[in-house]
């Protein structure tokens, strides 16, 4: 096995770097946006009967006092006035400065405060993204129009997870999206990809020859298996992607049982194992996939559905866990993916590959909740308007 | 003392002096001892597993314990006749119900270790046996059969399932030297050092899984996962085997040992 | 609309300073009962004679005037807790102004204390608004001097002024500071050592921003008899105005409340700018400052640098500002600061400076602007004072 240069160069002598979140205090109201933020969206409070929009968030509309919702909203501005910080008395900033922000005026109408990009200037138009920071609270991040996100300014990468040169730990080598993650993650220049079989899996031919991929053991249904594969990595781990599931029909106990022990109790396994290495890491993460069946279930798999409930259940206080620590805990949901595990589920099924691609896009855009799939983006749809239908018209 | 205290007394005593030595036929039961894996459409035998209770810790400051789970079929382990379908009907077929004076027989031993290191898939056949009592004398009735194999060296790597695109690859008997081992030398049970008391391709035998098959619809019992079989005489040793008695049990994890003439 | 009334037989008296310190072990508490201690030393009043009290502070959470009062001993008749920080010695002014002249007090005590901790300025950054913890902090958390630097970035653009006319204000304010013993920074800055200071948040420099300290300032409210019969000198209140949130449409603060109600304030008062013997406006940021003189009228609208330009702001200049060195030399201490432009244009024109006197001051302008609550200032207020001959 090859491993490809790491460009990161580290004393062996010197003191573990600690490290540090943005301040996390926010409203009620700040933290709405930051849900539809980690869903993706782009929105701003807009009054229900005057259509004013408003920001920062507030809980009544300063024009009429009427009712406020949120609103997807367009994505223009211009940057009227800039500045370079260069003094804090925040501990996270401080690691990072200088910083530069400014005041854009969106085209949806108010006023904000917004990260830069490097291209941007003022007077110049700007493409507004809302992020998710290291705290875990949504943030404007304001690029040059048109701009693609250039992965080397460093401070769009405090928002994303860059896949380059990182070391990652995918779990499940046996299964196709474990297989078209890796394969993925390696297109994507990850340094090192550690994929873990579980026995007495025999290494995938699709695997085989791949420059930095290394298989080692690893059954998340046993701790001490778990424990010893990231004892195996010893260096740093960058990111976990965990592609480990147990797909069957029906809810017999054994299934279940073995689902549960997989998906939940594997979770807690692996979470509580590489909890500690993700944190010492610049730009830890955790990617899970998840199935759509964890919002509601679906009655052929029973089993399964309850797994994965359980499974999205612990990720999300996993997530939270995480929160003060820097590590961003990333979702993909998936309809019936197109493996082996779903011969008898019509299409639309996701291929692999997309979910593989999914999870590069995740990690490399900042996203906290991605649906891959018509399938997914359909049943978060459904599920976010009216769980109770959802549950009832997924199963006629 | 009675004849018989004579010969209990005899037993610690020797055991105590080294004249008995006992060897120990278990393997170390761990997360990672493979158990044996069946098509993908049936249901799957579930490894053992142990999480940490406590150890000297919050969880229990004086005391160190585990929980554990497993399959009957895990490890070392014993096979009753309940365990087959044909052996369904066999009066207390069961672990909890084996009379306990079956927990204790001598044993022979057959070196089939040349002819599976040659040939992985090596069938012991009736041809097979009848020469091998050519030259080591006939079996004599009511003991255990342990194949020795020198399988138990492929433990801790993929080699001891030796899984491939066509399954699994191991020696073991066919439905003939069964026959010949349960109806004309009465044995008490087989005892293998390999996952399983049939060849890793038995299920397409003629007649399939042969040794579980006739074994168990007669009443006989099953040893699997043993070691050290190559420190056993061809006669002369008694196996210790007991199983939990769990209630209705087809089988179970034990600790086997062999006692042999020692020094 | 009703006219207003005058600010007939109501005086402002005995303004008084307690040095400020740069970090304080002590409370708000402990710097607001010293400042009442030092009105006391002044006018000979004990507590049971304060039938009104004026509190403004950040730093005495979670007590407000209420805990104070019985904090402090007193047993006022009307009380009032101003939180509008740099706008707040104004604000206390006109409230208590009009509480003496309509008879529901007799002698208020204004008072303004903060204490300043090691830490006490990151925690009030961090926390000091809804707006600011949603929207601003977690931008590159700059605290005051990003958001002004951004009002400065968009100000220096729209009216084509450079730094070295906010240089020369600072550097003027600095010159007035070195003959005031309690200013914290006395030493002379150049206009050169002040261009080539090292960035804080770009276009703020080290000569931008003001040192938090601890520190408190009052004054007090009362009828002229009474101030007579304490022997003490007065000032009358010539004319005030105060405005919040004003031209919220603007996209960037580029001028403040003061254009809504400017025209009131010097009508009231029957002197214009150029009566004016000394400006004590609010100097969180000179960006700040020129808006201020460019708001209340000393130059036309939008040739604020041309004015700085050919003003000298010196003691002994054309239009002395912030004589005490202002908070950009003597310290902002908090809600104090809101409050030194009160007693410093007080103490000028009753000719008891800390510091130099300005020749000749009779008539004082005072200027306040308070509380940035996410990309603005939101409180503006403004006096006109005369020392009563």
């Given at each position: ?19 540090h ?19 993706g ?19 009544i ?8 919702a949120?609103?997807d909203?367009?994505q223009?501005?211009?940057l ?75 401070q ?6 860059p896949?380059r ?5 995918v ?16 297109a ?21 020859g ?7 053991p690893?059954?998340?249904?046993d ?5 010893e ?7 740093p ?48 993460a ?81 996203r906290?909740?991605l649906?891959?799939?018509d ?22 | ?96 119900r ?7 027989h ?19 056949t ?8 050519a ?26 399932l ?56 007669n ?30 049990g ?14 | 609309?009703r ?19 740069r ?30 009290f ?44 009009r ?15 903060d ?15 809804r ?26 653009r ?43 948040s ?12 601890a ?38 603060q ?12 010097w009508?009231m ?5 150029q ?15 020129a ?16 004015f ?60 306040g ?9 939101i ?11």
């Amino acid at each position: 096995m090859t491993l490809r240069p790491r460009p990161e160069k580290r004393d062996p002598l010197q003191r573990k770097v600690e490290r540090h979140v943005p301040a996390g205090l926010r409203s009620r109201a700040m933290h709405a946006m930051s849900a539809r933020a980690a869903q993706g969206r782009f929105v701003l409070q807009q009054c229900v009967e005057c259509s004013a929009v408003t920001y920062p968030p507030r809980d009544i509309c300063p024009v009429c006092w009427g009712e406020l919702a949120w609103r997807d909203q367009v994505q223009g501005a211009t940057l009227l006035a800039e500045t370079t910080v260069r003094v804090t008395t925040d501990l996270y900033f401080r690691a990072h400065m200088p910083w530069r922000m400014g005041t854009i005026a969106l085209d949806a109408g108010p006023v904000a405060l917004a990260h830069l990009s490097r291209n941007l200037t003022v007077g110049g138009r700007a493409d507004v993204r809302l992020m998710i920071d290291k705290g875990g609270n949504a943030a404007l991040f304001a690029m040059a129009a048109g701009e693609e996100p250039d992965m080397s300014d460093k401070q769009w990468r405090e928002f994303v997870v860059p896949v380059r040169d990182r070391t990652i730990l995918v779990t499940d080598g046996r299964g196709a999206v474990g297989q078209a993650v890796v394969a993925a993650l390696q297109a994507a220049g990850a340094a090192s990809v550690v994929v873990g079989l579980p026995a007495p899996a025999q290494p995938p031919a699709a695997l085989a020859g791949l420059t930095g991929v290394r298989i080692v053991p690893l059954d998340l249904t046993d701790t001490r298996s778990v424990s010893e594969c990231l004892t195996d990595i010893a260096g740093p781990l960058d990111i976990v992607v965990n592609t480990a599931r147990f797909v069957r029909r029906g809810d017999g106990l054994i299934d279940q049982k073995h689902a549960l022990d997989v998906t939940v109790l594997g979770l807690l396994r692996l979470t509580q194992g590489c909890a500690p290495m993700l944190q010492g890491r610049p730009s830890g993460a955790f990617v899970d996939i998840v199935s759509s069946a964890a919002l509601a279930p679906d009655a052929g798999f029973p089993a399964f559905s309850a797994a994965q409930a359980a499974h999205l259940s612990l990720l999300q206080s996993f997530r939270h866990q995480m929160r003060g620590s820097g590590v961003r805990v990333m979702t993909l949901f998936t309809g019936p993916v197109d493996d082996e595990d779903h011969q008898s589920v019509p299409m639309p099924k996701v291929a692999p590959s997309r979910i593989a691609k999914g999870v590069v896009d995740a990690l490399e855009g900042g996203r906290e909740q991605l649906c891959v799939g018509d399938a997914a983006v359909d049943a978060m749809a459904r599920w976010s308007d009216d769980p109770a239908l959802y549950i009832r018209e997924k199963n006629l | 003392m009675t004849a018989v205290e004579t010969v209990l007394s005899g037993l610690t005593s020797g055991i105590a002096s080294g004249g008995i030595a006992v060897v120990d036929l278990t393997n170390t039961l761990s997360p990672d001892f493979p158990v044996i894996v069946l098509p993908a459409e049936f249901g799957q035998c579930e490894p053992f597993r142990m999480e940490t209770v406590s150890r000297y810790d919050g969880d229990g400051p004086a005391w160190y314990w585990n929980n554990i789970s497993m399959n009957e079929h895990t490890g070392t382990h014993f096979d009753a006749p309940a365990h087959w379908i044909t052996g369904k009907d066999v009066p207390n077929g069961t672990v909890d119900r084996l009379p306990p004076a079956d927990f204790i027989h001598p044993a022979v031993v057959i070196d089939i270790s040349a002819q599976a290191a040659a040939d992985e898939d090596f069938i012991l056949t009736r041809a097979f046996l009848e020469a091998w009592e050519a030259s080591h004398g006939p079996i004599p009735p009511r003991h255990w059969i342990l194949l020795r194999t020198d399988w138990y060296k492929r433990v801790g790597t993929l080699a001891y399932l030796n899984l491939k695109e066509d399954g699994a690859h191991s020696p073991g008997p066919d439905a003939e030297a069964m026959r010949f081992l349960v109806h004309e030398r009465a044995c008490i049970g087989l005892g293998v050092e390999t996952v399983g008391t049939d060849a890793g391709q038995a299920a397409h035998f003629e007649e399939p899984l042969p040794a579980h098959s006739v074994l168990h619809g007669n009443g006989r019992y099953g040893l699997q996962c043993l070691t050290n079989l190559d420190q056993l005489p061809v006669r002369g040793a008694v196996i210790v085997a007991t199983p939990l008695k769990i209630q209705g049990g087809s089988g179970s994890p034990l600790r086997v040992i062999a006692l042999k003439p020692g020094l | 609309m009703r006219g207003r009334l005058r600010y007939d037989d109501v005086v402002l008296c005995a303004p008084v300073t307690v040095p400020y310190e740069r970090y304080s072990s002590q409370s708000a508490h402990w710097w607001a009962g010293r400042a009442l201690r030092v009105l006391a030393d002044v006018t000979g009043l004990g507590p049971r004679d304060f039938d009104g009290f004026c509190f403004s502070s950040f730093s005495a959470g979670p007590d407000t005037a209420v805990g104070m009062v019985q904090h402090l001993g007193l047993s006022p008749r009307w009380l009032d807790h101003i939180p509008t920080g740099g706008a707040s010695g104004v604000m206390a002014m006109r409230r208590a102004a009009r509480a003496v002249q309509c008879g529901d007090a007799q002698i208020v005590a204004c008072v303004a204390a903060d204490t300043n901790h090691l830490d006490s300025f990151r925690q009030t950054v961090a926390g000091f608004s809804r707006f600011s913890q949603d929207a601003v902090y977690p931008y590159g958390s700059g605290g005051p001097n990003a958001t002004f630097a951004l009002i400065t970035d968009h100000y220096m653009r729209t009216f084509g002024i450079g730094r070295e006319a906010f240089g020369k204000l600072c550097v003027a304010q600095r010159d007035n500071a070195r003959s005031n013993p309690l200013a914290l920074q006395r030493g002379v800055l150049t206009l050169d050592a002040y261009l080539n200071a090292r960035p804080i948040s770009d276009p703020v420099h080290l000569y931008d921003c003001v040192m938090p300290c601890a520190g408190a300032d009052a004054y007090i409210v009362t009828t002229p008899e009474v101030a007579q019969r304490l022997g003490l000198r007065m000032v009358r209140i010539l004319s005030t105005i105060e405005r919040h949130n004003a031209h919220p449409q603007d996209k960037v603060q580029w001028r403040g409340g003061w254009t809504m109600d400017v025209d009131d304030l010097w009508a009231m008062a029957g002197v214009g700018p150029q009566d004016v013997d000394v400006l004590q406006v609010y100097d969180d940021y000179p960006v700040i400052v020129a808006m201020q003189i460019d708001n209340l009228g000393f130059c036309p609208p939008g040739e604020v640098a041309d004015f700085i330009r050919r003003t000298d702001f010196t003691i002994t200049g054309d239009l002395p500002l912030n004589t005490n060195g202002g908070q950009l030399s003597a310290g902002q201490a908090g809600a104090a600061g809101g409050f030194q432009n009160v007693t410093e244009g007080m103490r000028q024109i009753l000719r008891q400076p800390l510091g130099d006197q300005v020749p000749d001051a009779r008539i004082a302008a005072i200027s306040g602007f308070g509380l940035v609550n996410y990309d603005r200032g939101i409180c503006t207020a403004a006096a006109v004072l005369e020392a009563v001959a």
